[in-house]
């Protein structure tokens, strides 16, 4: 399995544009977990999914943020309108169903590093 | 509700001298543990998970964890370090008896091996 994949590994945007993250979880994982990093406040929990369906999202910053996922194989992420505190490296996580090996372990993707001007 | 606490920010050691990086989490649960690596403009990888039985858990690249109920610790440990270990590493907690994957995560700490 190629893991988890993230796209764009760098986007560079400008104040009010809309930004959209993209994550392609690992093929039979029905949990999918969105993270933002800053030095300031570390790793933080945005939002996540069990079964495409959004489980918690108290860690969405507000309401500019917003998640999706459509199926079981593809989620989003989308700032709009984004603003220059939004800059942060961006992680997608994935981990298999209850019942099979490694369930309660998290796969994470190599990330997206937003910067935001 | 459960957090983990990584005292060390940083932890600066020579190349071959061994290390030693603090974990201590709080739960009223019984929990599984974890360590996370992060190399720099990487994401995170697993380095070694405590789920039960033996204290002692040997993960990659040499590292080793015990846990310790007692103390509620799960520090991370290795004899002997090489400049490629140089990188962030993270300490998490989830919940055993829990419906959900969800981790907590400490706030790294950065070991800088030097030559």
């Known amino acids: 399995d190629a893991g988890v994949i993230q796209s764009p590994r760098h986007e560079v945007t400008e104040m009010g544009q809309e930004v959209t993250l993209r994550c392609k979880p690992i093929?039979?994982?029905?949990?999918l977990f969105w993270y933002r990093q800053t030095m300031m406040r570390g790793l933080e929990l945005l939002i996540y999914?069990?079964?495409?369906?959004?489980?918690?999202d108290s860690g969405m910053p507000e309401d500019r943020f917003s998640a999706k996922m459509p199926n079981a194989s593809f989620s989003t992420l989308k700032i709009q309108p984004s603003e220059p505190r939004d800059s942060a490296v961006y992680f997608c996580?994935?981990?298999?169903?209850?019942?099979?090996?490694?369930?309660?372990?998290?796969?994470f993707g190599p990330g997206t590093r937003l910067l935001v001007l | 509700a459960q957090s983990v606490t990584q005292l060390d920010s940083q932890v600066p050691v020579f190349e071959e001298a061994p290390v030693e990086l603090r974990c201590n989490y709080s739960?009223?649960?019984?929990?599984?543990l974890f360590w996370y690596v992060q190399y720099p403009n990487q994401g995170l990888q697993l380095l070694l998970k405590?789920?039960?039985?033996?204290?002692l858990v040997k993960g990659i690249n040499g590292f080793e964890a015990e846990f310790n109920k007692s103390q509620t610790s799960f520090h991370l440990r290795k004899p002997s370090v090489h400049i490629s270990d140089t990188a962030e590493y993270f300490c998490?907690?989830?919940?055993?008896?829990?419906?959900?994957?969800?981790?907590?995560f400490g706030t790294g700490t950065l070991l800088a091996v030097q030559p």
């Open positions: 739960s009223s649960v019984s929990v599984y």
């Open positions: 999914f069990n079964n495409n369906v959004p489980i918690d």
């Open positions: 996580a994935s981990s298999p169903p209850p019942g099979t090996t490694g369930k309660e372990t998290q796969y």
């Open positions: 405590y789920l039960s039985g033996s204290t």
């Open positions: 093929s039979g994982h029905d949990y």
């Open positions: 998490a907690v989830s919940d055993q008896d829990g419906a959900t994957n969800k981790l907590i």
